[in-house]
T-cell receptor, first 112, second 113 residues
Framework: GDSVTQMEGPVTLSEEAFLTINCTYT??????LFWYVQYPGEGLQLLLK?????DKGSNKGFEATYRKETTSFHLEKGSVQVSDSAVYFC???????????FGTGTKLQVIP | DVKVTQSSRYLVKRTGEKVFLECVQD?????MFWYRQDPGLGLRLIYF???????EKGDIPEGYSVSREKKERFSLILESASTNQTSMYLC????????????FGSGTQLSVL
């Protein structure tokens, strides 16, 4: 079945550092790919998405490019802030009923 | 603001009790989902529903059932709670024409003692 693998956390960075969180996927078809973010005490919210190969999703300074050849969707941000501290989930969706498969999540802690 | 509301933020139950987790969305979404979130395992889909009175098993349905009598409400039922069902439960909804974006509630932390 479909699956998503993302890097283990936690990731600790200083403010203004460059962020990369790796994500790879396994799927038989052509899934849509997502990054969701979960701030402390809250549910998940969509951060960005890409629906086909070579698409780049972006939001709030975060970016991720759908790479079909490497089955990857790595999350990047050029300069992180303390307010970016959260858990980040990579996810994919395909087929009917919009069933979404999530990775295990990567906790990011940004220190001043 | 669009909303998915879960009835309880924290819940403590005893082994063997019947437990109801309620979820209501105000966005007229067709699809609703129940996930459980555990450290190191991420989110795992328990059940989902794509229409009133319709339900489909997710990846880990054992020990759970669901009910969707109205479009806006999706209930998760633990028929006989066990300690291994201690977890964070997240409800989500989406629109069929909405580009697969899920809207989540803030979760119910269930402890089964």
């Amino acid at each position: 079945g479909d699956s998503v693998t993302q890097m283990e956390g936690p990731v600790t960075l200083s403010e203004e550092a460059f962020l990369t969180i790796n994500c790879t996927y396994t799927a038989t078809g052509y899934p849509s790919l997502f990054w969701y973010v979960q701030y402390p005490g809250e549910g998940l919210q969509l951060l960005l998405k890409a629906t086909k190969a070579d698409d780049k999703g972006s939001n709030k300074g975060f970016e991720a490019t759908y790479r079909k050849e490497t089955t990857s969707f790595h999350l990047e941000k050029g300069s992180v802030q303390v307010s970016d501290s959260a858990v980040y989930f990579c996810a994919l969706s395909q087929g009917g009923y919009q069933k979404v498969t999530f990775g295990t999540g990567t906790k990011l802690q940004v220190i001043p | 603001d669009v909303k998915v509301t879960q009835s309880s933020r924290y819940l403590v139950k005893r082994t063997g009790e019947k437990v109801f987790l309620e979820c209501v969305q105000d966005m007229d979404h067709e699809n609703m989902f129940w996930y459980r979130q555990d450290p190191g395992l991420g989110l795992r889909l328990i059940y989902f529903s794509y229409d009133v009175k319709m339900k489909e098993k997710g990846d880990i349905p054992e020990g759970y059932s669901v009910s969707r009598e109205k479009k806006e409400r999706f209930s998760l039922i633990l028929e006989s709670a066990s300690t291994n069902q201690t977890s964070m439960y997240l409800c989500a909804s989406s629109s069929t024409g909405g580009g697969e974006k899920l809207f989540f509630g803030s979760g119910t932390q269930l402890s089964v003692l």
